[in-house]
């Protein structure tokens, strides 16, 4: 069965760091290129953050460029999303994203954590 599990969201105050981290289970997590993304209160789900299978690569949305950093473990099967100097606008339900393409598309979801800046 396939599980991407995210954890390590909360409550932090502008400017303070939290880093989330995303589990997975029940499919070669090595082969997949693996990404964050956020939905914000009454918005679209945008991209975060990307980093390919064997970690060589990363992008980042512009407005995370220097403040998000996305990491992974390929021997723990987590991918990791540090995040500092955050911002109100950066409140949102962070999800995990895993997605391989083959033959086809193969791509899975996480359930989301919540993540939200205020003082």
């Known amino acids: 069965q396939v599980q991407l599990v995210e954890s390590g969201g909360g409550l932090v105050q502008p400017g303070g760091s939290l880093r989330l981290s995303c589990a997975a289970n029940g499919f070669t997590f090595s082969f997949y290129d693996m990404s964050w993304y956020r939905q914000g209160p009454g918005k679209e789900r945008e991209l975060v953050a990307t980093?390919?299978?064997?970690?060589?690569?990363?992008n980042y949305a512009d407005s995370m460029k220097g403040r998000f950093t996305i990491t992974r473990d390929n021997t723990k099967n987590t991918v990791y999303l540090q995040m500092n100097s955050l911002k109100p606008e950066d409140t949102a339900v962070y999800y995990c994203n895993a997605r391989y393409t083959s033959w086809r598309r193969f791509e899975y979801w996480g359930q989301g954590t919540q993540v939200t800046v205020s003082s």
């Open positions: 980093i390919t299978s064997t970690g060589g690569a990363t």
